[in-house]
């Protein structure tokens, strides 16, 4: 199983970028897809999580600008993300809780990381 991510890069502050994570491999389900993201320094944290039944959660810092979504018959998450700030600023990591098969317990697999950077 493999998670690719993608959609990273420059943008100004104030402005939008979408990211993409897409899941691939013998995959049986997929529940929890998520985001989360790492700042020099800092710890990695938790941006967004979308549940397989369409719950969605987000980190303080990013409610109401960003918003996280699904498309289950094509394996991807993605985090729309507007208004980005400064702080935004961090590589950004999407994750999965993944069932290869019907009776084995979900494992938590990770993308490899893009890049966000904001200018101001």
């Known amino acids: 199983v493999q998670l690719q991510a993608s959609g990273g890069g420059l943008v100004q502050a104030g402005g939008s970028l979408r990211l993409s994570c897409a899941a691939s491999?013998?995959?049986?389900?997929?529940?929890?897809m998520g985001w989360y993201r790492q700042a020099p320094g800092k710890q990695r944290e938790l941006v967004a999580v979308?549940?397989?039944?369409?719950?969605?959660n987000y980190a303080d810092s990013v409610k109401g600008r960003f918003t996280i979504s699904r498309d289950n018959a094509k394996n991807t998450v993605y985090l729309q993300m507007n208004s980005v700030k400064p702080e935004d600023a961090a590589v950004y990591y999407c994750?999965?809780?993944?069932?290869?098969?019907?009776?084995?317990?979900?494992?938590?697999?990770w993308g490899q990381g893009t890049l966000v950077t904001v200018s101001s």
């Open positions: 994750n999965a809780e993944i069932k290869l098969q019907l009776y084995q317990r979900p494992n938590t697999y």
């Open positions: 491999g013998s995959i049986f389900r997929i529940n929890d």
């Open positions: 979308a549940t397989s039944g369409g719950s969605t």
